[in-house]
C-alpha cells in the first residue's frame, strides 16, 4: 500500500469547516483513498473513501486532485464531537491489509 | 449484536503469563482483522482472517502471538509468556469484503 503524509495536529473553530489534507503522492491507479476516524478510547471508525472523483456523504466530503497524489477530507461544520485523530489511508480493494500512519489529531475548539 | 464485541475489555497479566482475547464480529462478515495500538500511534496490523484462514498474518511480532479462527466467526488472539512491551490496546475489525472496516472498542492489555 502506498504510503501517506498527514500533518500530525490541526486546530479547527467550532463551526467552521475543518479541512485535512493527506499526500500520498506514490498511489498507484488501482488504490483507493479511505478516511477513518478515532475519537479517544474508541476503535477506529470508517468516514469516507474514493478513488478519483470527489464523494460526499453525511459524515464529510473527500476531495481528491485530478492527479491523485493528493487528497483532502472535509467536515463542513465542526463540532467539538469531531475531535478526534482522523487517519487518511490508501489501499487496493479488494485486497484487505489496511495499514495506518500516525494520523491527524483535529482539536474543534469551542 | 449490532457491532464488533472484544473481550476482555480491560486485562491486567504479569509478565510470563498467558493471556487470549476474544473478538465477535459482526455476523455475516468473512474479514477479521487484529491490530495493536500502544499510546500516541496508529493501530498496528497484526494479522487477518478471510473465514477460518489466516490471509496475512505478517504483522504479527513474533511466535509468541497466534490468532485462530475455528469456524469463521469468533476469533481468539493468544499471546504466551507476555512481555511488557506487549502492553497495548488490541483492536479487532471486521468486514465484509471490499466494504470498510468496522472496529470494537478494543481489549486494553497491561503486563506488570
Known amino acids: 500500500d502506498a504510503k501517506t503524509t498527514q500533518p500530525p495536529s490541526m486546530d479547527c473553530a467550532e463551526g467552521r469547516a475543518a479541512n485535512l489534507p493527506c499526500n500520498h503522492s506514490?498511489?498507484?491507479?488501482?488504490?483507493?483513498v479511505y478516511w477513518y476516524r478515532q475519537i479517544h478510547s474508541q476503535g477506529p471508525q470508517y468516514i469516507i473513501h474514493?478513488?478519483?472523483n470527489n464523494e460526499t456523504n453525511e459524515m464529510a466530503s473527500l476531495i481528491i486532485t485530478e492527479d491523485r497524489k493528493s487528497s483532502t477530507l472535509i467536515l463542513p461544520h465542526a463540532t467539538l464531537r469531531d475531535t478526534a485523530v482522523y487517519y487518511c489511508?490508501?489501499?487496493?480493494?479488494?485486497?484487505?491489509?489496511?495499514?495506518f500512519g500516525i494520523g491527524t489529531k483535529l482539536q474543534v475548539i469551542p | 449484536g449490532a457491532g464488533v464485541s472484544q473481550t476482555p475489555s480491560n486485562k491486567v497479566t504479569e509478565k510470563g503469563k498467558y493471556v487470549e482475547l476474544r473478538c465477535d464480529p459482526i455476523?455475516?462478515?468473512?474479514?477479521l482483522y487484529w491490530y495493536r495500538q500502544s499510546l500516541g500511534q496508529g493501530p498496528e496490523f497484526l494479522i487477518y482472517?478471510?473465514?477460518?484462514?489466516?490471509?496475512?498474518d505478517s504483522g504479527l511480532p513474533n511466535d509468541r502471538f497466534f490468532a485462530v479462527r475455528p469456524e469463521g466467526s469468533v476469533s481468539t488472539l493468544k499471546i504466551q509468556r507476555t512481555e511488557r512491551g506487549d502492553s497495548a490496546v488490541y483492536l479487532c475489525?471486521?468486514?465484509?469484503?471490499?466494504?470498510?472496516?468496522?472496529f470494537g472498542e478494543g481489549s486494553r492489555l497491561t503486563v506488570l
Open positions: 475489525a471486521s468486514s465484509l469484503p471490499p466494504g470498510e472496516l468496522f
Open positions: 506514490t498511489i498507484s491507479g488501482n488504490e483507493y
Open positions: 474514493g478513488l478519483k
Open positions: 489511508i490508501v489501499r487496493v480493494r479488494p485486497h484487505q491489509k489496511v495499514t
Open positions: 455476523s455475516g462478515h468473512t474479514a
Open positions: 482472517f478471510q473465514g477460518t484462514g489466516a490471509a496475512d
